[in-house]
């Protein structure tokens, strides 16, 4: 205690004979005026370097002391609690961000997810159709041979048509009139080969016409498109043939455009209506019409087209003669 008291007493004196020292030389205003203003800026400086000098002495004169303690702990509260609330935001601050994260992270795993269910379900289809095919084709007529399988890239349907737009074109070997059908039965014909795509007519477009066998009776008949996917029509059926409700209808192979034996449709309906002429008689498609990925073309019987000249030249050697 008594060294403190000594240091602040020479200070003071210190301070006096700074002053008296200095103001001795100044002789203008501006000097004895900027002079004031330094000597104001030392002051301070000297106070805190003598207040540092006196807590330092005193720290050490009470370091062992009781009340050292007691003001750490209360300096250590107050830093903890001056601290804590800061702690806290930046606590809920790095929450939010981390919740931000799994949100995002969650969001593109379930991206993942659906796209990789999507190509697994493209796949199964892909494997069912491929699968139903080979199944046919092996039950199927052995002249008849693969020609591609092609992709439905578009459906076109209006009031008076169904059409197919498939992915291959006469680069593949597309040509008009090729048959194509799904692993359950027929699907329709191109009736247009492009360079790189076909446009395919659908046995359920009101155009399309298809010989047909009963395969229980035997009996012939031609199936109609009605521009509906569910529904087609046996035409021109006579009351005396023995057509059933389930009975199969195959292609007959008649007129040399759809090879024999492949399954057209299934009877749903026979109605005799009085007055009429004909059984009205309403058929389901065997193959799955609207709901296909892709087709399978398939290349005719053998010289087919030397078939159909010499057919074609047959009718008009009748119609020649019919008019003599």
């Known amino acids: 205690m008594r060294s403190l008291v000594l240091l602040v007493a020479a200070v003071k004196h210190l301070r006096q004979w700074t002053y008296v020292v200095v103001t001795s030389y100044l002789q203008s205003d501006d000097t004895r005026e900027l002079f004031l203003k330094r000597r104001r800026t030392f002051l301070k400086q000297l106070l805190n370097i003598s207040l540092a000098v006196a807590l ?32 806290w935001f930046n606590y809920w601050v790095n929450l939010a961000d981390s919740q931000q994260e799994l949100v995002k992270d969650n969001q593109l795993l379930n991206s993942k997810i659906l796209i990789l269910e999507g ?35 578009s459906l076109e349907v209006n009031h008076n048509r169904q059409l197919y737009i498939i992915n291959k074109g006469q680069k593949d070997g597309v040509f008009k009139g090729q048959v194509a059908i799904d692993g359950d039965g027929v699907i329709g014909q191109v ?38 996917f569910d529904t ?75 078939w159909r000249q010499q057919l074609k030249e047959r009718r008009q050697i009748l119609e020649t003669e019919s008019k003599e």
Not at 59 to 81: A, E, G, W, Y
Not at 128 to 143: C, F, G, H, R, V
Not at 202 to 207: H, N
Not at 236 to 248: S, Y
């Open 232 to 306: 087609l029509e046996l035409l021109n059926v006579p009351k005396t043939h023995l057509l059933a409700r389930g009975d199969k209808l195959l292609t007959s192979g008649l007129g040399l455009v759809y090879p024999f034996g492949i399954p057209v449709g299934v009877v749903k309906d026979v109605q005799n209506i009085p007055g009429e002429d004909f059984l009205k008689v309403t058929v389901i498609p065997t193959a799955d019409v609207n709901k296909n990925h892709m087709v399978m073309l398939l290349q005719s019987l053998k010289n087919i087209e030397a």
């Open 56 to 87: 330092l002495l005193f720290d050490k004169k009470i370091q062992n002391n009781p009340i050292r303690s007691h003001l750490s702990s209360i300096s250590s509260t107050f830093i903890m609690v001056t601290h804590k609330p800061m702690d």
């Open 191 to 228: 009736i247009e080969a492009g360079k790189y795509t076909s446009t395919l007519m659908l046995i359920s477009d009101i155009k399309s016409a298809i010989p047909v066998i009963n395969e229980r009776t035997g009996e012939h008949g031609i199936v109609m498109g009605q521009n509906n």
């Open 119 to 153: 190509q697994m379900h493209q796949l199964k289809v892909m494997n069912y159709q491929n699968k139903k095919l080979n199944q046919w084709l092996e039950q199927s007529d052995p002249t008849l041979k693969l020609a591609l399988l092609a992709n439905i890239i």
